[in-house]
């Protein structure tokens, strides 16, 4: 099985990313904050679904837009391509599928497509990182070896989690020798519960006894404090009772003396009212004849008092001209100036004229365009010329530039032609220089020294073989001159003297005969060679002594040649470059031509319509367009001051009418208008000092009628008041008035009282039923006395059932500490109920680890060996031969390293490297083991990074071997480790995107 396409719609900070044509070993390489674990996470997601929000994952939803989720395609044996796409949806996403053959499918499909496992399994088999390594060392060194077991039985810690949970679990609830456990504390309370149990059987008869007697005693109590309670009620009723008995006779009192005054009307302080009425309405008529004598007074005043009709008539008018007098005088003054501002800007006016030179009418100029569009027309042809002017300045900068240089350019080729030698003649020097090249002298030299060195190899052979031929012969000679000397001594002795000097001779013969012939031709020839070969190297060290310096000498002057002949192909280039320059500066100066003929032609018909007479060149049109606007300025700021200057005067004019006008209404005859103001000022404060007095005399006038009318209105009211009372009182006058009024009075203070005495009656407790029978009993102190002693006897009845009762309650509460029979069998039956429940428990949780434990056994026996056997083999290629196989022990429960020499070592006696070793292997052959058929893919985040360069190197020969039969993705961020992964397709990530 191989992921062989991941697109992300939209996952984390990474949007519409596409990874396709993946390998089968595939390296993701970035740094941190590029999107590594994202990836591996979204690669899970899209296999089993989103994290949920009750998870304790991220699920990497984007911040920045809303697609969420993405594509996976898998190449699977059974199935083929299958494309798995899962987007937002329910909580782990909707999913789904869509097989080679274009069949869909979804979650079930998918389950079939996995093989049927899920997250946890796959993330502990199949997908590992820094978690397991930063577990491994948080751990103790008692803990490694069984952390390195569960890592091989399941590829994580979870089953010595599970296991030591468990343990946990089980030593919480119960120990056969513990205190504190669960069970261990019920168990010792049942044995005590069953002590108390067996001595309350024998107290439960006496018990019985004495709760009887409690009951008959309160039985008794109850009823006696009855008793008692209900004399305290009758001595309370009693004693209020004669509390309230003279309040009751004062009340008859009252009620005979209130039938006896009857019930006449009388208003409720009428008496009172009277009196106030009367107070108020003497000051009243007082009041009314002092304003009636003033009222006549006033009218007499204003009589004797004449004012002229016109002045009162138009007074206001008149007022508001005299007050404008200063605006009048202030007119004249601001009439001189502006005539002397209008003859001023006349002048100015004809000033510009003279200077702009138009011959046009005020009425022409002011026609003409200057409105905003013009202005800008102008500037942007101004604009336009003034950039042309600059370019033609730039081009003839350029042109007497380039010129210059094309000149220079062409001295230094000059130059350089005459320094530069002739082609045959540099010919000539570099043939001579190749024949003393050092090369060519050392080539010789090695040849000539390898031919000596050959001559002497084979001279020393050879001599080495003419030596090894003359032991032999020298051997053979001996051995037949020996032979005949021998056969010589033989025929010597036998009487044969010729056969004996025969064989004499013919040793002596073959003794000597090695030495006439020798083989030293070979080894002459050699030595006249070497000799030879001696000689020519000897001649030719004095030819190359001799030629060193000549040689040097013609490497630099072919060296300073060459450097000539680059600086003139330089110089060439740098020639044509500058007649190419020149040429475009020509076809600029061209278009600055057409561009300039272009814009003087729309200057000259845009400023016709001016009647300008200078030429276009020599003035600023700008300039000229701001003279004749400033023109039209001065022309109409002119017409508006004169304009102004008429209406002013006019308005000077009517004024002064206005007041020679109102001086003659009033019989006024002033010479002017200033004469006219001051006559109108005296007349009109004298008619205000009469106006004034007039309003003061009819004001008065008017209040005092008005407070005439309100007194009367009041006197009228207290009248009526009065005769109200009166009425009410059924008096004639007010003296039966005043005499009513006592009665009354009296009648009110017995009713007060009699209201009094029956407010305290109803307070009391007691009601006025038993108010009336206790007087017609006869109850009095004798009663009560009677009452209060058999109340103290019954409470004396009392104080001993008390204290009878308080025994007997102390005998039932001693017997009752040590535990009544059916509260002591009670709490046994409930303890016992608490025990066997916790011992359910604790039976739940004993098979769970039986199973535990059975499962881990079973994993032992079939699992375990396989995985251990493939690690072993992991392991040694790791530790390149150092360790060379794990193996399990059973008495510990954990792992053992065997080394190269046969030395078993535990897990937490080998370095921690070693220990990471060791997990990597569990985990990559754990992964082995499982789904052969079509193994999924193995995914790696940085597992490595703690390893040495050589151990990295290991095991990156490790995954490419892995990587044959099943796919590996690794993710690193480390940029050492991407020089061990040549030749392999690798993806950097980067904060922006994802490249190859």
Known sequence: MEIKELHVYGYGRLENVHFDNMEQLQIFYGENETGKSTIMSFIHSILFGFPTRVQNELRYEPKLHAKYGGMLTLQTKEYGAVRIERVKGKAAGDVSLIFEDGQPGGESELRDVLQGIDKNFFLSVFSFGLDGLQGLHTLTEGTIGKYLLSAGLIGNDKLMEAEARLQSELDARFKPSGQKPFMNVRLEKLRLLQTQLKKADADQSEYEKLLLRQKDGVQELAAVQSEIKTEENQLMQIGEFLRLKPLAKEKGMYETRLSELGNSPFPADGLKLLDQFNGRLMPLKAQISS???????????????????????????????????????????????????????????????????????????????????????????????????????????????????????EDRIRVLKQRAMPPEKRKELENEHRKMNQDYLEGQKTLLDEQISELQNKYHEEEAAVNRKKSRNRFVSLFSFMLLISLALYSFFRDSLFPAISFVSIGVLISIFPLFFKSANKLSALTNQLKEANRKREEFERKTTGTESEARHLTRLL?????????????????????????????EYEMWERDWKLISEKLWRFVSQWNIPQQIDSISLDEALNSIEQLKDAIEEKDAIHRQLTDMTNEIEARKKRLLKHAEACGLTPANWQDAIIALKHALNDHNEKTGLIRQLQTEHSKINDELDLLYAKQHYLEQEIRKLLQAALAESEEEFRQKASIAQEIS???????????????????????????????????????????????????????????????????????????????????????????????????????????????KRERLPKVLLTAGGFLEILTEGSYVKLIMNEKEDNLLLRRYDGVLFKAEEVSRGTAEGVYVSLRLALAEYIFREDPFPLIIDDSFVNFDARRTRTMVKLLRKISTERQIIFFTCHDHLLKEFENIDIITLTKEKAVN
């Open 559 to 587: 060296d300073q040649e060459r450097e000539l002949q680059t600086l003139l192909e330089g110089e060439k280039y740098s020639y044509r470059e500058r007649e190419r320059s020149f040429d475009e500066i020509i076809n």
């Open 291 to 409: 304003l009636l004598e003033k009222a006549g007074e006033n009218q007499k005043k204003a009589a004797a008092m004449e004012v002229h009709p016109f002045l009162s008539s138009n007074r206001e008018h008149i007022e508001f001209d005299i007050q404008s007098s200063s605006l009048l005088e202030k007119l004249i003054i601001d009439q001189n100036k502006m005539q002397q501002l209008l003859e001023r800007k006349e002048g100015d006016v004809q000033r510009m004229k003279r200077a702009v030179s138009l011959p046009l009418q005020e009425a022409e100029i002011l026609q003409l365009d200057t409105s905003i569009f013009a202005k800008e027309r102008i500037k942007f042809l101004e604009k336009e010329r003034q950039r042309l002017r600059n370019q033609k300045e730039h081009l003839d900068s350029s042109y007497k530039e380039e010129k210059e240089r094309l000149e220079a350019a």
């Open 749 to 859: 203070e017995l009713r007060k009282k009699h209201e009094w005495i029956c407010i305290q009656l109803q307070q009391s407790n007691v009601s006025s039923e038993m108010l009336e029978e206790y007087m017609e009993k006869g109850i009095n102190v004798y009663s009560q006395e009677s009452l209060e002693a058999k109340r103290k006897t019954d409470i004396k009845k009392q104080s001993l059932l008390l204290e009878t009762l308080s025994d007997i309650k102390h005998s039932i509460k001693m017997l009752e500490e040590g535990g009544t029979y059916e509260h002591l069998l009670h709490s046994f039956h409930e303890e016992k109920a608490a025990f066997r429940e916790e011992a359910r428990v604790w039976a739940k949780y004993s098979l769970a680890k039986r199973i535990l434990d059975g499962t881990i056994e079973s994993f």
